[in-house]
């Protein structure tokens, strides 16, 4: 079993920007994929960021040049850094985790709230 609790969400001015933590304990944590998605009030959870136990790093389009995510596996934490944020990237976001290569998420956090002014 692995325990995701993320933190860092609030309120920001677009533009601006935020960095999402995800602790994870539990089983080892360096050999997992581990990632962030996101829900919008009224839509469906969608990808954000994902990186691979080897290193791997890929991002939804939407984000690419904007987020960047990376991991501490000394410190069993995942980071998502939100920069130019922008009033659509507004949503509750999800930290991730699932075995290594296997392209599923078994393990989910509860979310953070990310809300983005105009």
């Known amino acids: 079993q692995v325990q995701l609790v993320e933190s860092g969400g609030g309120l920001v001015q677009a533009g601006g920007s935020l960095r999402l933590t995800c602790a994870a304990s539990?089983?080892?944590?360096?050999?997992?994929?581990v990632g962030w998605f996101r829900q919008a009030p009224g839509k469906e959870r969608e990808f954000v960021a994902r990186?691979?136990?080897?290193?791997?790093?890929y991002y939804a389009d939407s984000v690419k040049g904007r987020f960047t995510i990376s991991r501490d596996n000394a410190k069993n934490t995942v980071y998502l850094q939100m920069n130019s944020l922008k009033p659509e990237d507004t949503a509750v976001y999800y930290c991730?985790?699932?075995?290594?290569?296997?392209?599923?998420?078994?393990?989910w956090g509860q979310g953070t709230q990310v809300t983005v002014s105009s």
């Open positions: 539990g089983r080892t944590f360096s050999r997992y994929d």
């Open positions: 990186d691979t136990w080897t290193g791997g790093r």
């Open positions: 991730a985790a699932g075995p290594a290569g296997t392209g599923t998420f078994d393990y």
